[in-house]
């Protein structure tokens, strides 16, 4: 069975930067989609970002869009997510996630999609 573990998180100030990242073992990597989402406290979950099989195609939720960045190495087995220009209402936990789709380009952000997923890490950014 798949595992992902996340990694990364932790207490910052805001306008500083995090990279988080989620290793996977017990699956071939590179057939899957993979994403972050995050959950603040009181909310639901709520799609990050999304990186096709190969890296090549990537999608970002509005929010975080030119601060966010989105990377896998399939060769390491690990998806990175690195976090600039932090903001407080980034506060959350992030979760990493995997969907089975190889040599697929789209990137879907309903968590319903993604099959796999990590325990999350804690991100909380202070004002």
């Known amino acids: 069975q798949g595992q992902l573990v996340e990694s990364g998180g932790g207490l910052v100030q805001a306008g500083n930067s995090l990279r988080l990242s989620c290793a996977v073992s017990g699956l071939t990597v590179r057939q899957y989609a993979m994403g972050w989402f995050r959950q603040a406290p009181g909310k639901g979950r709520e799609f990050v970002a999304g990186?096709?099989?190969?890296?090549?195609?990537?999608n970002y939720a509005d929010s975080v869009k030119g601060r966010f960045t989105i990377a896998r190495d399939n060769g390491k087995n690990t998806l990175y997510l690195q976090m600039n220009s932090l903001k407080p209402e980034d506060t959350a936990v992030y979760f990493c996630?995997?969907?089975?789709?190889?040599?697929?380009?789209?990137?879907?952000?309903?968590?319903?999609?993604?099959?796999?997923w990590g325990q999350g890490t804690q991100v909380t950014v202070s004002s």
């Open positions: 996630a995997a969907r089975f789709d190889p040599f697929g380009s789209s990137i879907l952000n309903d968590q319903k999609s993604y099959a796999y």
């Open positions: 990186i096709n099989w190969s890296g090549m195609s990537t």
